[in-house]
């Protein structure tokens, strides 16, 4: 047995910087992925799929120098924006028969166990964040924040359904996951130049 897919891309990315404390990256992709190909109905196949990505981020202590002091030494804000988009194995989206042994010998065509969907979508992921980093008295402290939202769609899942149907699941698109949290980390610098930190 053997199984065949071909994904092509196109991809693009740029950055900007102004005056050395604001930052902007941009990124463009997009996928033609033959596994969402369907032979049935080719017209109605969703190979192509686009997803973006942006970030921005700024150093508020260079931008407005009057907030630096001895409390705050370092202070920079960052907000990112990400897609994600994913295919599945091949043959999903036709019926493709599998070749094995049979009675004495012969060589038998079997169904698939799984009905296949013609008309798959890509699951899509999507990642939000914005975070905060900054150094605090004169560099004795570091903290690193996030907060972010993570969501899944279209995710491509197989369903059981009755044995009469002739199958054992079905494919398709369903649900939408999200999670969400936060993220914090604190170095301590305590003993100046021991080159020792303690992550908390």
């Not at 992925?33 to 990505?53: G, T, W």
């Not at 969907?117 to 008295?137: D, Q, T």
């Not at 899944?152 to 939408?176: C, D, E, F, V, W």
């Amino acid at each position: 047995g053997f199984s065949q897919k071909e994904v092509q891309s196109l991809y693009a990315t740029a950055s900007f910087g102004y005056k050395s404390y604001i930052f902007l990256d941009v990124t463009a992709r997009n996928d033609w992925n033959s596994s969402l190909e369907s032979i049935i109905n080719p017209a109605s196949s969703n190979v192509s799929y686009f997803y973006p990505s942006a970030s921005i981020s700024g150093i508020l202590t260079d931008a407005i120098p009057a907030i630096k002091s001895d409390l705050i030494s370092y202070l920079k804000v960052r907000i990112s924006t990400a897609g994600v988009g994913n295919g599945t194995s091949p043959y999903r989206t036709s019926y493709s028969y599998s070749i094995g042994p049979g009675h004495l010998g012969q060589q038998y065509a079997y169904k698939p166990d799984t009905k296949p969907f013609v008309n798959l979508k890509p699951e899509l992921m999507s990642s939000n964040e914005i975070g905060i980093e900054g150094y605090f008295l004169k560099h004795v402290l570091k903290l690193d924040a996030t907060y972010y939202i993570n969501k899944t769609s279209n995710q491509i899942i197989a369903q059981r359904i009755p044995s009469p149907s002739g199958y054992s699941s079905k494919l398709m698109n369903a649900g939408l996951v999200q999670n969400q949290g936060v993220e914090l980390q604190l170095t301590a610098n305590i003993i100046e130049n021991k080159n020792m930190h303690w992550d908390l």
